[in-house]
């Protein structure tokens, strides 16, 4: 993977930008990208060293790249990101930010300020967190992610039923519970020490990503650290692009990269809602001949029968209509799903007249 500069790429899928963010973003294509990922600078304003009770020093965040000189050139910086950020995003694109209370407040009403549109806050919580050592506050034990989309006209992506199947069959809720990155999965530099300060889990991107984006799709991280957005993007069959000014962190997430097993095509499919699939009507079946009229079709429970009319409708006892009216009407219901409801016969078993449906939405995907 090669490590590029702003000026040299028009859309440099799964690479790595070297330098500052804002100027990489203003050299990207105008509404190029699907996600954007922002774990920007916390602006933690720590004051003096802090120290465990056995007095061991705390490897805090004090990097340069977290230091700003007042609240007023912070809000400015997140101003000029958020500026580029939402020039690079595609109408129906969404940005994800992440913060703690330090910084999460001020960077929500400047998203909001930037034309954004907020679709819900998630709570990190932290099943291990850093104690407070100090014993003066509460122990911090989550952070605040922010989801928003472009515009409140922007059709985003949300792969809901995505959601329920990795939460046994419920709804996703906004409190996501994980571990912070300790173990293998922490990075080490060359000195042994811990790479980077903030590094995220993979599994808060890879629930993330899962959730609002899909196969093929570009994420954009314009705070890229050592990678972990790009690792589980690559894993996910997505595209990536970073931006990272320390050399070395761009060194160690390339590395991180290349290590990475890109899951096979069907692996990364998810679960849709049936909604989203192409609409079918039933007198398709009977014009392309796979059913035919004058066929009959029998209930699943076997009780009640009708027969296929020529323009797609059913004719049952007493009652004519669609496949989902002379369904509600034998079992006296308000409303039937007939694809599940009628059943043809085939090698002498009863068959859903919904298999033949799937086999016409496979071909229309096929085809598309």
């Known amino acids: 993977m090669a490590v590029q500069t702003p000026e040299a790429c028009a859309l440099p899928l799964d690479t790595i930008m070297s330098g500052d963010c804002v100027q990489a973003m203003d050299a990207l294509p105008e509404n190029s990208v699907d996600l954007i990922f922002a774990d920007p600078p ?44 939402r020039r690079v995003l595609k109408p129906n694109g969404a940005i994800w930010v992440i913060g703690s209370y330090h910084n999460i407040f001020r960077v929500g009403a400047t998203l909001q300020d930037q034309g954004f549109w907020l679709l819900n806050d998630v709570v990190w919580r932290k099943t291990n967190p850093m104690p407070n050592f100090r014993g003066k506050r509460l122990t911090n034990a989550h952070e605040t992610l922010i989801w928003a989309s472009k515009s409140d006209r922007s059709k985003y992506t949300f792969n809901y039923e995505a959601m329920k199947a990795l939460n046994e069959g419920v709804q996703m809720r906004s409190d996501w519970t994980f571990p912070i990155c300790t173990g293998h999965e922490r990075l080490k530099n060359a000195r042994g020490e811990k790479a980077h300060p903030t590094q995220k889990p993979e599994a808060l991107l890879h629930r993330l ?19 972990t957005t790009g690792a589980v993007a690559t894993m996910l069959g997505r595209h ?28 990364l ?100």
């Not at 061991?56 to 101003?79: L, N």
């Not at 899962?210 to 990678?227: E, K, S």
């Not at 990536?240 to 692996?267: K, M, S, T, W």
Request: hydrophobic share 35%; charged share 30%; aromatic share 8%.
């Open 209 to 227: 990503l899962v959730a609002t984006t899909n196969p093929g799709d570009v994420v954009l991280d314009p705070f890229f650290g050592t990678g």
């Open 42 to 85: 916390y602006n933690l304003q720590l004051r003096g060293d802090l120290h465990r009770p056995d007095m061991s020093r705390v490897d805090a965040v004090d990097d340069d790249w977290d230091q700003f000189e007042s609240m007023k050139a912070y809000d400015a910086f997140t101003r000029q990101w958020m500026r580029a950020a």
């Open 240 to 267: 990536f692009i970073g931006i990272e000014r320390e050399a070395e962190y761009r060194q160690l997430a390339a590395e991180r990269i290349a290590r990475v097993r890109i899951a096979d095509a069907p692996a």
């Open 269 to 368: 499919e998810v679960t849709t809602s049936k909604r989203a699939e192409p609409r079918v009507p039933f007198g398709q079946l009977v014009e392309r001949g796979m059913l035919r009229p004058g066929e009959e079709l029998s209930s699943g429970n076997g009780r009640y029968r009708a027969r296929i009319r020529v323009d797609g409708t059913l004719s049952g006892d007493g009652v004519k209509g669609s496949i989902h009216q002379v369904g509600a009407a034998y079992e006296g219901a308000p409303s039937c799903n007939g694809w599940t409801y009628w059943h043809f016969k085939r090698e002498g078993k009863a068959v859903p007249i919904d298999t033949l449906r799937q086999q016409i939405r496979a071909e229309m995907g096929k085809s598309g």
